[in-house]
């Protein structure tokens, strides 16, 4: 907090950014003290004291509600993803941390500090922008030292900080180069490069590997994990990528139609969704409707039309409504020519369904099958190929149980 | 507030002494246009009364009493103004037509051209556009007077046994017009013909269309706005033309630009002249605005 | 059978051909004749630079091809500068009141009659009481060319990418640093093509100077224009070629500057 207030008085230097070059960010991956370490401690921050702090953030443009009153705490040193499908406000969101846009109500703390009203330039933070929006006119060298040169930062500091920058994203040799004779990933990392060039308290990433192809995204996703952790910065990702999220993130924020619908870690969001909503679109998942016919220790008992009476274990909090559904995630379901025995799975409690196999889809590593029970219902069951030679595959046409635990399942509000 | 109005306010303090600028020398003056067409026309330089004063306010007023509408009453009651303004207008139209037919297949066939042709081909279009166009129209002249060029070509082909004459008559004027303004009408053509995608025809053919007939239910329809964009270009100033008649056509009839040169400078009737230039304004506001329209659209929407 | 529609036609290599030959051909047939010995245009009578050295003897025409250039250079500066704010302030401003008439006092000159502006610029330095001369066709050409200015670099600034301004915001550049640092460089190309087609314009007009010039300081498009109404000289010929000859160079200049632009993986500027 006091820095803050001290940078801001500073007012030739924009604050945030720590411009004392002498030591670098290779002493930040020997493992120890970073350079902050090396300045007075900011005041100890209240344990909890979240160092971004999103209050009542609203936002409209004209008639639409882009970000809808939303609130969020985000932690140092935190890798953030926010998830949503297109126009659900995440880019809104992350270019009201920026600075681009201005929130009609709320308030965004950082450290402490209303910044809501900050200009883009005088803010601690930094944004990786989509297309890269590297300087055509200048080379990687001046782009990367283009946000020192404007903090007044010395020349010879300026000379070593973009050489360690260059060595972080592994750009030596290409200084001089032009962004237009980059390929794709190169430019991506100057990008990089340039955002962190002035070590930013947040650096902003708004579809950082979009532009790339599949498999360069998926060695830039751990690159960029392995240096979040190294620079111990607090990076906001903005994606539409659920993968990618969950890949990288450490928590994830989901979004939908201006509101932050569930925050919470990858696996948790996977396996306890907050509502239907994220159950779909967060990944692959069976939900059959139903009502809730019995509680006791913690089970449910819900009877469904298309899956007949099935047994859930209770989360928490516990669901009070009666209508509800039972989500079931498809590798989770399994199948078998045979009933199991019901202590089979290590839980009291199976839920079988006897249907037909309509459906084979050999995808390499998994196998899905969908499978058709006798009230026309589907259920969709994925299984690992673990073995070479199809000993374990299944038929279309062929009379299975699929079944799962009561463990595996949820209910849902509908 | 956005990214976007953070930019504006100095951009718009930017756009200050511009605005000031066009406001003087732009605005103002159509002002003056109005006003000395409502003067009298007197032997005295300059040559109209009353003359305008910016200091008294209450003068104006009390000359305002004095502008008479005697001017407009002279364009419409002579025949020599409506006739000029007839023709101005026939000619406008016709050539603009002309131009229609003529730059409509060249901007399709660059349009057809492969990619890193187009960008040669729209070059050689846009090169005639910088050389200075008197030079032009006096090329033609070289090419078109009594022992130039094309007498001499006809005259030794035998098509015809004595020299035509060319010079100072609508063909040639015509031909001037046209070669003149035929840049102006192929860009906005091609602008557009260009960005129509390809596969619009190969549709249009696959679902059984004659290529005739996909260029007159795809093509053209499609075309539509480029049309009238080069239309625009070409007709608005054509109206007012002055050098071209002048140098080519006859002189037994005018257009309305030479009609008001002539009352400026010949007659020094500038009060005439302004009338003129009223009459001539008023008659080229709707394509005005419609250009105005076009071409904020296509300025803004990133085109 | 489909892609015979899309096919490049014999009709379209015809049309265009002919249209091409139909810009072109007057323009080199006077070159040529620039070239001519004879007095006559009917003989030719071999080649000879003789109009020429008449035309660097005729002191009248050489004052008038030098008040040409010096119009030219000062209003196509002027006419850049303006053009450029002008098309900030458009592609940058959003909305503000009297956008709309600033746009209509930009592009309609464009179109505007040549006689008209002339007349009505004519009227207002009357008013003023201004001296004609140098500086009123002067001042005359600058409005008409900055216009053209204004739209050249507008419609560069409007594809540009804004992410880019964004970007330098977000590494500490306030508004103005931003457009200086980085629009500015960016849309250099389409300021000097601006810059370009303003004096060029200015070197071509008649109606405009006639008007707004005073005795004894014509232009050469004047000079140019009464020679011509008498007929057809020899030495025009020259003098038109060697203005071609300077716009070419012009042209030159120009397509540079926007391959320069399109080198570096943007669109080039229009000309």
């Known amino acids: 907090m006091r820095r803050l207030s001290r940078w801001r008085s500073a007012a030739s230097l924009p604050p945030g950014l720590d411009l004392c070059g002498e030591s670098g960010l290779l002493d930040v991956t020997s493992g120890e003290a970073s350079a902050e370490a090396a300045k007075p401690l900011p005041e100890p921050a209240v344990s909890d004291m979240p160092l971004l702090r999103i209050e009542g953030v609203a936002k409209s443009f004209g008639n639409f509600r882009a970000v809808d009153k939303l609130s969020l705490d985000i932690r140092a040193g935190e890798f953030f993803a926010l998830l949503g499908p297109s126009g659900c406000g995440k880019t809104t969101l992350l270019r009201m941390l920026a600075g681009f846009e201005t929130p009609d109500e ?35 060298r001046d782009n990367i030292a283009f946000g020192l040169r404007r903090a007044g930062m010395a020349r010879k500091d300026i000379a070593t900080r973009v050489a360690e920058m260059v060595a972080l994203v592994k750009l030596e040799g290409l200084e001089k180069r032009k962004p237009d004779q980059l390929s794709g990933g190169q430019r991506q990392r100057v990008a990089l490069a340039r ?36 620079l111990g910065t607090t990076f906001i990702i903005v994606t539409h990528d659920q993968e990618e999220a969950m890949t990288m993130a450490g928590r ?48 449910l008992t819900v009877s469904t039309a298309e899956a ?62 969908r499978v058709k029970l006798e009230t026309g219902a589907v259920v969709r069951a994925s299984m690992a190929n673990t073995a070479r030679l199809d000993v374990d595959a299944y038929l279309a046409g062929q009379r299975v149980v699929a079944w799962f635990t009561a463990d595996d399942c949820l209910v849902l509000e509908q | 507030m956005s990214a976007r109005r953070i930019f504006a306010r100095p951009a718009r303090l930017a756009a200050i002494a511009p605005y000031l600028w066009m406001v003087l020398f732009f605005l103002v003056p159509f002002g003056f246009v109005l ?82 042709w187009q960008a040669v081909a729209m070059m050689l279009v846009i090169v005639p556009f910088w050389t200075s166009f008197l030079i032009r129209i006096y090329a033609w002249i070289n090419i078109l007077q009594h022992d130039g060029l094309l007498n001499q070509i006809l005259l030794a082909l035998h098509i015809v046994s004595a020299p035509v004459v060319w010079l100072s008559t609508d063909s040639a004027m015509y031909l001037g017009i046209v070669y003149s303004y035929l840049p102006f009408m192929i860009l906005p053509l091609y602008a557009t013909l260009s960005k129509m995608d390809a596969s619009l025809l190969e549709a249009a053919g696959d679902l059984g269309a004659s290529p005739l007939q996909a260029f007159w239910l795809v093509t053209f329809p499609l075309s539509l706005p480029g049309v009238g964009a080069g239309a625009l270009l070409c007709f608005i100033p054509i109206v007012g033309e002055f050098v071209i008649p002048d140098l080519l056509a006859g002189s037994n009839s005018l257009m309305i630009g030479q009609t008001l040169w002539l009352e400026f400078f010949t007659n020094k009737d500038w009060p005439v002249a302004s009338a003129a230039a009223v009459a001539l304004l008023l008659l080229l506001v709707p394509p005005l605005v419609l250009y105005d329209r076009l071409q904020r659209r296509q300025l803004e929407a990133g085109g | 059978m489909a892609h015979t529609v899309t096919r490049l036609t014999r009709f379209n290599m015809t049309s265009l051909a002919l249209g091409l030959a139909f810009l072109y051909l007057p323009i080199v047939i006077l070159v040529i004749y620039s070239f001519n010995a004879s007095r006559l245009v009917t003989v030719w009578g071999g080649w000879s630079l003789r109009w020429y050295r008449e035309f660097f003897n005729d002191r009248a025409m050489l004052d ?5 250039l010096s119009v030219g250079a000062v209003s196509a500066t002027l006419a850049t500068l303006l053009g450029t704010l002008a098309a900030v302030g458009l592609a940058r401003g959003e909305r503000f009141r ?54 050249v670099v507008q419609s560069r600034l409007t594809v540009l990418d804004r992410s880019l301004e964004e970007a330098a915001m977000d590494l500490g550049c306030d508004p103005v640093r931003a457009f200086l640092l980085v629009t500015l460089p960016l849309i250099v190309p389409a300021i000097v093509a601006g810059w370009m087609l303003a004096f060029t314009l200015s070197l071509d007009d008649v109606v405009i100077a006639s008007f707004t010039t005073g005795p004894g300081s014509a232009t050469l498009p004047i000079r140019i224009y009464s020679e011509v109404r008498l007929g057809v000289k020899p030495e025009i010929n020259a003098i038109c070629t060697l203005v071609i000859a300077l716009i070419a160079v012009i042209i030159v200049v120009a397509s540079f500057a926007s391959k320069l632009s399109s080198a570096r993986g943007e669109s080039a500027a229009p000309l």
């Open chain 1, 106 to 140: 709320g308030r965004i703390l950082l450290g402490g500090n209303d910044i809501a009203q900050v200009l883009p330039h005088e803010r601690p933070v930094n944004m990786m922008f989509q297309n890269y929006a590297l300087f055509p006119h200048l080379s990687v």
């Open chain 1, 195 to 230: 955002s962190l060039a002035r070590r930013p308290q947040v650096l902003l990433l708004d579809e950082p590997l979009a532009a790339l192809d599949k498999k360069l995204r998926e060695s830039t996703q751990g690159e960029l994990m392995e240096l979040q952790r190294r």
């Open chain 1, 252 to 299: 994830i924020g989901v979004m939908d139609a201006g509101r932050l619908v569930q925050v919470a870690t990858p696996r948790n969001l996977y396996e306890a969704p907050a509502s239907r909503w994220i159950a779909e679109f967060v990944g692959d998942i069976n939900l059959f409707n139903g009502q809730v016919a019995a509680r006791e220790n913690g089970r």
């Open chain 1, 308 to 369: 007949g009476t099935l047994s859930v274990s209770e989360l928490w909090p516990p669901v009070t409504k009666e209508v509800v559904s039972v989500a079931i995630r498809p590798e989770k379901v399994k199948l078998s020519r045979r009933a199991p025995a019901s202590d089979e799975g290590g839980s009291h409690a199976i839920n079988r369904l006897e249907g037909v196999v309509s459906d084979v889809n050999y995808l390499g590593g998994v196998t899905s099958y």
């Open chain 2, 35 to 116: 006003k000395i067409s409502l003067s009298q026309t007197a032997i005295a330089q300059p040559p109209y009364t009353p003359v305008f004063d910016f200091t008294e306010g209450r003068a104006a007023l009390a000359a305002f009493a004095q502008l008479s509408f005697d001017n407009f009453k002279l364009l419409i009651s002579d025949n020599l103004y409506i006739l000029s303004y007839l023709r101005s207008l026939v000619v406008a139209v016709t050539s603009t037509l002309i131009l229609l037919l003529i730059g409509y297949p060249i901007a399709y066939g660059m349009a057809r051209l492969p990619q890193r």
């Open chain 3, 64 to 68: 008038a091809a030098w008040m040409s």
């Open chain 3, 98 to 151: 009297g956008r709309a008439l600033f746009s209509g006092m930009l592009y309609s000159p464009l179109v505007m009659p040549e006689v008209i502006s002339g007349l009505s610029l004519l009227l207002l330095f009357v008013a003023l009481n201004a001296e004609r001369g140098f500086w009123t066709v002067t001042i005359a050409h600058t409005t008409l060319t900055m216009c053209f200015v204004t739209v």
